[in-house]
């Protein structure tokens, strides 16, 4: 059995932005046209009138305040509430794994390691832009990697389920480097026309590379342990699917895009993903109130972070440095949150310095992973 290292990550970011004021305009231009268009209907009382968003409800109810997307057009057209995407050719890389290629590069770069390091790609994701052949293997291929590659999906814990699985093939010699990415776009299948959930997602791309201890660079992070942990739940689904044309279903139909009961989710979630990761840390030798430096944790929700913090941590009195924040800027990016929270906010820890990655989400799923700085 060899250590294993993440020795590099990387993140992909869209060039557009959309504010939260720029999405509530235009939600409420939709409200506005939906209860004009049905006011006989809602007059009658067989319609319910629609309500409108409101900026203050969503920084308030998450701590969002933009999201990043592929295409926003299309999302801010109240006549159309989703992006314009362009089908791609088969001679031409699909959007999905063009912006893996991205990440998947400047995480190599950050590693120090070149395609011919690499002998799997593994891509993990909330959802897949087709059903075969995997996105991996075509990633592998444009950044010309020898080895294999397959596609994997845990929604919000794709990348920690994806990095065991990159630690797993490490560790047992089925591969000797591992780039795991995170391709993200949430827009494409996001109900931005619900008030309830239209302002929480974002698109991204996070990618990492796993090694040999024996291989990564000084300053890579070794890792300690991983913790995986699943529990059904119809509280976040998506019944968009192969069979939905046999079942002659409504391919619109609005089970077919993101639902939630997000404040079920809350409730549920905070415990269970305090109690994973504190379990995780005991049975390493770890006190999660002492002896962890930074908590890298999936962003969904500012209050159920500093809630899962405080519990973590025993006070509720929590240093802004010991669980970063990156979901003001980015929304739930899906599985790539505690990543972009890992990249951006790690440079600064010493060698010696214990952290974990946690993501918790749909399924249910939770997934940790206790890392310490070389
Ligand atoms: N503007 C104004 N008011 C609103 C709005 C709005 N947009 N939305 C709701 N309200 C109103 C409600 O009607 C309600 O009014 P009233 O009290 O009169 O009934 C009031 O505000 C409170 O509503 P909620 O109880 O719904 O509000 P919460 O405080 O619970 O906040 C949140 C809602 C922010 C959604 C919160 O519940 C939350 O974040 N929960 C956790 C969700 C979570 O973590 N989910 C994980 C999902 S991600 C995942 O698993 C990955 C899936 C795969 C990716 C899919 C990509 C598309």
Not at 129 to 145: D, K, S
């Given at each position: ?118 002998d799997a ?26 080895g294999y ?16 699985q990159?630690?797993n093939a490490v560790r047992t010699g089925t591969a000797k480097?591992v ?196």
């Amino acid at each position: 059995m060899h250590q294993v290292a993440i020795s590099g990550t990387g993140l992909f970011v869209p060039s557009q932005v959309i504010t939260n004021d720029e999405l509530v305009a235009s939600f409420n231009a939709y409200v506005a046209k939906y209860n004009a268009d049905h006011a006989e209907a809602i007059a009658r009382g067989e319609l319910q009138p629609l309500a409108e968003s409101s900026s203050a409800f969503i920084e308030a109810a998450s701590g969002i305040k933009q999201r990043y997307v592929i295409e926003k057009e299309g999302v801010l057209n109240p006549e159309r509430l989703h992006p314009y995407l362009k089908e791609r050719p088969n001679d031409q890389l699909s959007l999905m794994a063009e912006i893996a290629v991205d990440a998947g590069r400047k995480a190599m770069d950050a590693a120090g390691v070149g395609p011919e390091a690499i002998d799997a790609v593994i891509c993990s994701a909330a959802n897949m832009q087709r059903a075969y052949p995997a996105m991996a293997i075509e990633i592998q291929e444009a950044l010309g990697i020898q080895g294999y590659g397959y596609d994997m999906n845990v929604a919000c814990s794709s990348a920690t389920f994806g990095i065991e699985q990159a630690v797993n093939a490490v560790r047992t010699g089925t591969a000797k480097a591992v780039l795991m990415v995170n391709p993200e776009i949430t827009s494409a299948h996001q109900a931005w026309l619900d008030r309830d959930c239209h302002f929480i997602f974002g698109d991204v791309c996070t990618a990492v590379v796993v090694q040999r201890l024996e291989d990564a660079k000084p300053g890579s992070w070794e890792v300690l342990g991983t913790k995986l942990a699943t529990k059904f739940s119809n509280n976040i689904r998506n019944n968009f699917g192969f069979m939905n044309r046999s079942e002659d279903a409504d391919p619109s139909g609005r089970d077919k895009l993101f639902m939630q009961e997000g404040r079920k989710v809350f409730k549920e979630v905070c415990p269970m993903a305090a109690e994973h990761m504190s379990t995780h840390l005991a049975s390493l030798g770890y006190n999660s109130a002492t002896d962890v430096r930074r908590y890298w944790l999936h962003q969904a929700n500012l209050n159920m972070n500093q809630l899962i913090a405080k519990k973590l941590l025993g006070t509720s009195d929590v240093a802004a440095d010991k669980a970063p924040v990156i979901l003001d800027e980015f929304a739930n990016t899906a599985s790539a949150g505690s990543v972009i929270a890992f990249h951006r906010h790690s440079d600064d820890l010493v060698k010696g310095d214990v952290g974990v990655i946690c993501s918790f989400g749909a399924g249910y799923s939770i997934g940790s992973v206790v890392v310490r700085k070389t």
